[in-house]
């Protein structure tokens, strides 16, 4: 018996093939293939076969009755994927910016600078008011100098006596731009001395660290209180703060040269000390400066390095000494100056006020770059890590601690005379630090800018309302001179609080051994005994030693109040004007002139 296959096999589905004849094709034709056969008793399978496909939509039919036609799947062939992609991403930089030098970095760095020196110039070009006292006293001195050399004119008193600077430098050069411009030329001069300060500062706070922080640096230093008044004041002051800064300069830009070139340094140093005798403070910090940044380079090398500076500062210093007469005046207005009543807390107070927000800056400043030297701007900062956490500390204390400086000598001399103005000295050195503090403050990439924003902001308002106030606390003394000027005798003596203003002026009919002043007096009576204070200012009325009184009640109130009284009392004078002014600070007050009537 032969075996054969009785049952039917399944065999796998496949869409694409064609139906039996029981059922209709694609198109509604029944199919034109046979079924499977069997021969000799065995199942044979036979494969369709597939027709061509053909391209186009096929031919519709228009009778209703058949189907509609359908369209035969295309079959897709897939293209094999590479193992790489079609692309590549950009290798990302470990930072989108470097700190390296560069011009483009340089130029926008002046651009941002120029910017600060703009906003600074105008911010003192716009305060207003006629000469202060200093100014007048200066001035006035400056030309008599110039008169006495020019044309043997007698000097009117000993000038570097109670003069806080040799008066044959600043004086003379401030009374020369004054003989062409009047007082707005000489307080130029200081705008530009200040201007010049500023770029300084941003120079070598630049080399120190890098550009922003010079940046934070100078715009700091460009809104504070003491910068914008010194910026429209004919005094000593803005030449020295820039002779400093100059000398700062000098002592870091020469950190990589051999030690000799710092010498540069040592006559700039000695000339602000001249200019201004309290420079001389911030003489230490320029020679520990000295050391500090050439440490890097040259590790305990440095050393002498600071060691001949101070040699030949001490040296020219010494020779100055000894060869010019302003010994006294060194010791009437900075050694040996008088001691006022101003309690410690009321100057801290007013040391805060006037420069405590940038001081804070410059305390977080130290803190910050002690703990961590890279600025964390870009991790290829250059030159910014130092040699150790010990170094970052002592760099920072000195130019922060810098700024305690002034506050504490005015402390020990118990007046608030002068502060604000030697305030700035100090800050000068601070400001550094303070761009490190709001540098990390506002962290890497920008982060957190509106912090450093809201800094400089609250600086700029502090100082634009202080130095409005402080411009204002003297009267406008216009209406004053015109009044006097009919009274002006070339033998008269004149009794007033502050006769430099007039002095200046009215030069040519008046001068200062003409004046005597409400600060002080030596009157001699017919006995020859010299009297002192009110006493003596009593007896020189009864005697009716002056041809005019003018008192103000600003400099002295409480002494113009009795000198008025005892003016009533003498009989020897009359009320001929009392001008009011008012004073862009607040408040009114009154000129009251006097002439002797016998």
């Not at 296959?5 to 694409?16: A, G, I, S, V």
């Not at 293939?33 to 061509?52: D, K, L, M, N, T």
């Not at 295309?74 to 590549?88: A, F, I, K, S």
Request: glycine share 10%; with cysteine.
């Amino acid at each position: 018996m032969t075996s054969r296959h009785d049952h039917y096999t399944p065999q796998p589905y496949d869409p694409y093939a064609e139906d039996d004849g029981s059922w209709s094709n694609s198109n509604g034709r029944a199919s034109q293939q046979p079924g499977p056969a069997y021969e000799g008793q065995a199942y044979v399978h036979q494969e369709p076969q597939q027709q061509p496909y053909a391209s186009g939509i096929p031919e519709q039919r228009q009778n209703g009755h058949d189907d509609q036609p359908t369209h035969a799947l295309r079959t897709v062939e897939y293209q094999l994927v590479p193992d790489e992609p079609g692309y590549h991403i950009p290798e990302t930089p470990d930072a989108g910016w470097d700190d390296a030098p560069s011009r483009r970095r340089a130029w926008v760095s002046r651009g941002v600078l120029a910017i600060v020196l703009v906003i600074q110039a105008a911010l003192s070009l716009r305060l207003s008011n006629t000469a202060f006292q200093d100014e007048a006293l200066y001035l006035a001195a400056g030309h008599n100098i110039i008169d006495h050399w020019m044309n043997g004119t007698p000097l009117h008193s000993g000038y570097a006596s109670y003069f806080s600077g040799s008066p044959m430098l600043y004086p003379v050069a401030a009374a020369v731009v004054d003989g062409y411009f009047g007082l707005p030329g000489a307080r130029l001069l200081s705008l530009l001395c200040m201007l010049g300060a500023t770029g300084l500062l941003y120079s070598f706070s630049r080399r120190m660290f890098n550009e922003r922080v010079a940046l934070v640096a100078a715009a700091l230093f460009a809104v504070t209180q003491p910068t914008i008044v010194l910026g429209w004041f004919a005094t000593y002051d803005a030449p020295a703060i820039f002779l400093l800064a100059l000398s700062a300069w000098i002592v870091v830009r020469t950190n990589r040269a051999p030690a000799i070139a710092v010498l540069l340094a040592a006559p700039v140093m000695v000339l602000a000390v001249a200019v201004k005798y309290a420079s001389a403070l911030y003489v230490p910090t320029l020679v520990v400066l000295a050391a500090l940044t050439a440490w890097h380079h040259k590790g305990w090398r440095c050393l002498p390095r600071a060691l001949l500076l101070g040699l030949g500062t001490a040296a020219l210093v010494g020779f100055g000494l000894m060869y010019t007469d302003v010994l006294a005046g060194v010791k009437a207005t900075t050694t040996n100056r008088a001691h006022g009543t101003d309690t410690a807390v009321s100057l801290v107070q007013k040391s805060l006020e006037w420069g405590g927000l940038m001081f804070a800056a410059a305390v977080a400043g130290v803190f910050a770059y002690a703990l961590r030297g890279r600025m964390n701007e870009s991790p290829r900062s250059h030159g910014l890590a130092g040699p150790g956490w010990r170094w970052r500390a002592m760099f920072g204390v000195v130019l922060a601690g810098t700024a305690l400086l002034a506050p504490a000598y005015q402390i020990h001399l118990g007046t608030s005379v002068s502060l604000y103005k030697h305030l700035d000295f100090g800050l000068l050195f601070a400001a550094p630090m303070a761009g490190v503090g709001v540098i990390r403050l506002v962290g890497k990439h920008f982060r957190y800018p509106q912090l450093g924003i809201m800094i400089w902001v609250a600086a700029l308002c502090l100082g634009v309302s202080q130095s409005e106030w402080r411009f204002g606390q003297w009267p406008d003394s216009t209406s004053l001179v015109k009044a006097i000027e009919p009274y002006m005798k070339p033998k008269g003596k004149y009794l007033g609080a502050t006769y430099e203003v007039p002095v200046y002026y009215l030069r040519g009919k008046t001068n200062q051994d003409q004046w005597t002043s409400t600060y002080g007096i030596g009157y001699s009576d017919k006995k020859g005994d010299i009297h002192h204070g009110r006493e003596g200012y009593r007896l020189a009325i009864e005697a009716g030693s002056f041809d005019l009184i003018v008192l103000d009640s600003v400099a002295t109130p409480d002494l113009d109040k009795y000198l008025a009284q005892q003016v009533t009392k003498s009989g020897h004078y009359r009320l001929v004007g009392k001008i009011q002014f008012n004073l862009s600070s607040g408040g009114t007050g009154w000129y009251q002139i006097w002439t002797k009537t016998s």
